[in-house]
Structure formats: structure tokens, C-alpha cells
């Protein structure tokens, strides 16, 4: 089957990262209300209902106060007994605790909360924030999505198997924890153990001829895209992976493929350039062009040429084809059509 990049291939068990993930998110809601209630502050209704819950403490203080006064007098006079005495001024304390507990609270509420508090509840927001992440995160994870373009090649697990790493590496050929083998067939390279021998033969970029046994009538265009940096010892060769520049629907990985590699144009064509090498003697200047004479049927030839460059036996010239006789030592009025004699000749 093929598939595209971001298209989804499995589907895992979620239930479990699901819950934690709501959960995760559930705090962070709850992390960011106290925080918005602690940099708004107070609201003027609140503000309202502190100041008359207080003001409801206050009156029945001031009930509770009256009541202690009385029953004191009561007692004294033998009416009460010392336990009614004891209760009402537990009452009465009770009551100034409250009014007092009371009064911090109106004042707080107009205050609004210390910079400290908000700065603590933006560290667990943060906190908070970080573990949903987190559990999404896990979440994700149990779709798996096609990397790139490509095609499944195997399936190491089906519907409703339990998957573990090690159940996912006993696959031949698939990597530990895989559930799917996939690759992109329009991007294939062929590799190749060369021997060492034969190495400095290669250069990157370099064209050859693929071939794969399965289809030996087929070929197609491959290039040297990269060259080891080290040699297998063992072996005693070096590996190189051939790109393959025109694939199609009948090549697979893992095939047996051969490899045969054409001649590097631009190595054999440049590496040196054509020409005659003549001594040094027999170049001359004419009418402000280099000439040397050549030696036929016993007269002078005169052949205009080309030096290229200078070399250790003389100078490499175009303009001969090779093979001529060239006159290295001659008079310097010696003329194009002149007659001559060579030494040891008659």
C-alpha cells in the first residue's frame, strides 16, 4: 500500500493517556481560575458580603457582651448558677474571635491578595501547564503517522495484538519497537563493497549502469552520491552507495543489483591536454608566430604551431599530427622550401 507524509498508519491503545490527559487539563483550568481570581482580586460583591457578615458578628457581639453583664449580676445575686456564668462567657469569646477572624477578611478583600500569592500561582500554572503538555504528548504517541512518502513493505503486528518492543524486533529485518516497515521507493541506492584495489578507480558523482538480477533486461541510470570516509579492514574494501536516478515500479529494496561504472569524461578528457612534445631548440619565432621546420624529402617544411605548455623534454605543441622529422639544429635564415642535407645521409 502507499501512503503520504502525516497520514495515519496505526492506531494504539489510548484509553489510559486519554484520562490523564483530561486530567492534566482539568488543573490546568483549575490553575488558571485562582490565578485570574488573584490578579482581579476581590469583586465588589464579595467586598459587600464580607462587610455584612462582619457587621452581623459585630451585633451579636455586642448581644453576647450584654448577655455576660447580665448573667454576671444574676449569679451574684444566687439566681444563675456558676455554670451559666461559664457559658455565656465562653459564648462571648467565641464571638470576638470571629469578629476579629471577620475583620482580617473584610480587610483582605479590599486589599486584594500580596504579589507573592500571584507569583506563586503563575509558577503552578506553569507546573500544571507542563504536565498537560507532557500527557498530550503521551497521547500523540499513539498515532503513528507516515514520516515521508512511501510504501508499506510489512506489518509486524495486527488489529488488537498487544505490542511491546520486544514482540515488534522479533520481525525479520525490523528495527526494535517497529509496527510497520515503510519506505520510499522513488529514493533507492545501491551498495557496494569495493575492493581496495580498485577504490581510486571512483570518484563521487561519478555515472554507471544498474542492473538487478531479478530483471536483468532492465537498466538504469545510477550516480556515486557517497564514498565512505573509512575502509573495512577485514574485508579490505571500501563502501559506496550508488543513487539510482531513474527508479520505476519493478525495483525493491533488499534486491541483488550489479553495478558497472563508465569512464569519468571529465577525468580521461582533461587530465592532460593533446599535443606534440618537441625539444626546445627547434620552436622559432616568424612574423610574430612560433614555427618549427620539419625535415621532407630533403627540403624544409615550415609548420606554424601552438605551444601549450612547458615540459620536462621540451615543448608540448599542437599543429603536428607526431611522428614528423623536426629539424632541432638550423641555420637562423634556414627559409620554408629550402633545400637540406641531414647528417649521415648521402
Known amino acids: 500500500d502507499k501512503v503520504k507524509e502525516g497520514q495515519i498508519l496505526v492506531r494504539l491503545e489510548n484509553q489510559e493517556f486519554l484520562a490523564q490527559y483530561q486530567q492534566a487539563k482539568g488543573a490546568v483550568e483549575s490553575t488558571r481560575a485562582r490565578l485570574s481570581q488573584l490578579e482581579h482580586g476581590s469583586r465588589p460583591e464579595e467586598v459587600q458580603q464580607a462587610q ?17 453583664s447580665r448573667t454576671k449580676d444574676l449569679v451574684a445575686q444566687g439566681v444563675f448558677s456558676r455554670q451559666a456564668l461559664d457559658d455565656a462567657t465562653a459564648k462571648f469569646e467565641s464571638s470576638q474571635q470571629r469578629v476579629h477572624s471577620l475583620e482580617q477578611g473584610y480587610q483582605l478583600s479590599k486589599i ?18 507542563g504536565r498537560a503538555d507532557f500527557a498530550k504528548a503521551q497521547l500523540d504517541a499513539t498515532i503513528i503517522r507516515a514520516p515521508v512518502n512511501g510504501t508499506i513493505l510489512e506489518r509486524t503486528a495486527e488489529k488488537g495484538e498487544l505490542i511491546t518492543a520486544q514482540f515488534a ?25 569495493i575492493a581496495q584495489d580498485d577504490f581510486s578507480k571512483l570518484s563521487h558523482n561519478q555515472k554507471g549502469v ?32 550508488v543513487q539510482i536516478q531513474n527508479p520505476d515500479e519493478y525495483l525493491r529494496p533488499e534486491m541483488n543489483a550489479t553495478v558497472k561504472f563508465l569512464a569519468n569524461e571529465v577525468k580521461t578528457t582533461n587530465s592532460q591536454p593533446s599535443g606534440v612534445v618537441v625539444p626546445t631548440t627547434a620552436v622559432r619565432d616568424h612574423n610574430g608566430k612560433k614555427v618549427v621546420f620539419l625535415a621532407f624529402n630533403g627540403k624544409a617544411l615550415m609548420r606554424d604551431v601552438q605551444v601549450k605548455s612547458q615540459r620536462s623534454g621540451g615543448l608540448l ?30
Not at 504579589?115 to 501547564?129: C, N, P
Not at 529485518?173 to 533507492?188: H, I, K
Not at 605543441?317 to 648521402?346: F, M, W, Y
Open 52 to 68: 455584612h457578615n462582619l457587621d452581623e458578628a459585630r451585633a451579636t457581639l455586642a448581644n453576647d457582651r450584654l448577655t455576660l
Open 169 to 193: 524486533s522479533s520481525a525479520e529485518g525490523g528495527p526494535q519497537g517497529s509496527v510497520v516497515s515503510l519506505a520510499d521507493l522513488t529514493d533507492l541506492q545501491v551498495e557496494l563493497d
Open 317 to 346: 605543441v599542437q599543429g603536428l599530427n607526431g611522428g614528423e622529422s623536426v629539424i632541432t639544429t638550423a641555420p637562423q635564415d634556414l627559409k620554408d622550401g629550402q633545400k637540406i642535407k641531414i647528417k649521415g645521409q648521402s
Open 210 to 241: 544498474v542492473t538487478v538480477d531479478a530483471f536483468p533486461d532492465r537498466k538504469y541510470d545510477g550516480v556515486i552520491a557517497e564514498i565512505s570516509p573509512e575502509a573495512n579492514r577485514q574485508k579490505a574494501t571500501v563502501q559506496v552507495k
Open 112 to 129: 486584594g491578595p500580596r504579589q507573592e500569592e500571584i507569583d506563586r500561582a503563575h509558577g503552578d500554572l506553569a507546573e500544571a501547564q
